[in-house]
């Protein structure tokens, strides 16, 4: 089945800095990935998606590049703000519109 | 758009007692309802899928006799957990998909369940 490792757990950056967290996936057949970010007890939410028609997407401070060929994507968050920390998890799409996620990125922005 | 609700919010139950938890889309029909389970620190698991009127998907290792799922309307899907432990505690999160593009999911606010 699908399997997807996020890199690194946990990653520190100083405010203003950019963040850059890696996926990679294993299912040829996947052709949907998008990020979460979720705060402590609360639910994820969708900040950026991609599909495997497009090679990168941007929204803001916040993009997202593909390599199908390598089978991996990125998420990339330029100039961070202390309410950037959270923990990120990028998802691969499945058979039956399901998603595996990632094992998660822990972001701290330090001010 | 594309509002999921969860109820309760958080729950504590006895060992051996059940819990129902409740998903619902609120703005939207969710043709198919998913039901994660999260534990401190880690990522989310998908326990099944679900869809309206038919029997619930589990994933490989998810006790089906366990967690019993419903999905009776396109709004409502309910996770019930039967005889509960203590390793049951944790935090299920429900999503949605049915509006918008393939594969995009709208989660619920999850519930914690703590069983003593």
């Known amino acids: 089945g699908e399997n997807v490792e996020q890199h690194p757990s946990t990653l520190s950056v100083q405010e203003g800095d950019s963040a850059v967290i890696k996926c990679t996936y294993s299912d040829s057949a996947s052709n949907y990935f998008p990020w979460y970010k979720q705060e402590l007890g609360k639910r994820p939410q969708l900040i950026i998606d991609?599909?495997?028609?497009?090679g990168e997407k941007k929204d803001q401070r916040i993009a997202v590049t593909l390599n199908k060929t390598a089978k991996h994507f990125s998420l990339h968050i330029t100039e961070t703000q202390p309410e950037d920390s959270a923990v990120y998890f990028c998802a691969a799409s499945i058979g039956g519109n399901k998603l595996v996620f990632g094992a998660g990125t822990i972001l701290r922005v330090k001010s | 758009g594309a509002v999921v609700s969860q109820h309760p919010s958080w729950v504590i139950c006895k060992s051996g007692t059940s819990v129902k938890i409740e998903c619902r889309s609120l703005d939207f029909q969710a043709t198919t309802m998913f039901w994660y389970r999260q534990f401190p620190k880690q990522s989310l698991m998908l326990m099944a899928t679900?869809?309206?009127?038919?029997?619930?998907?589990?994933e490989q290792g998810v006790e089906k006799d366990k967690f019993l799922i419903n999905h009776a309307s396109l709004t409502l899907s309910t996770l019930t957990v039967t005889s509960a432990h203590p390793e049951d505690s944790s935090f299920y999160i429900c999503?949605?998909?049915?509006?918008?593009?393939?594969?995009?999911?709208?989660f619920g606010p999850g519930t914690r369940l703590t069983v003593t």
């Open positions: 991609i599909r495997s028609n497009v």
């Open positions: 679900s869809n309206e009127g038919s029997k619930a998907t589990y």
């Open positions: 999503s949605a998909t049915g509006q918008g593009p393939p594969y995009e999911q709208y």
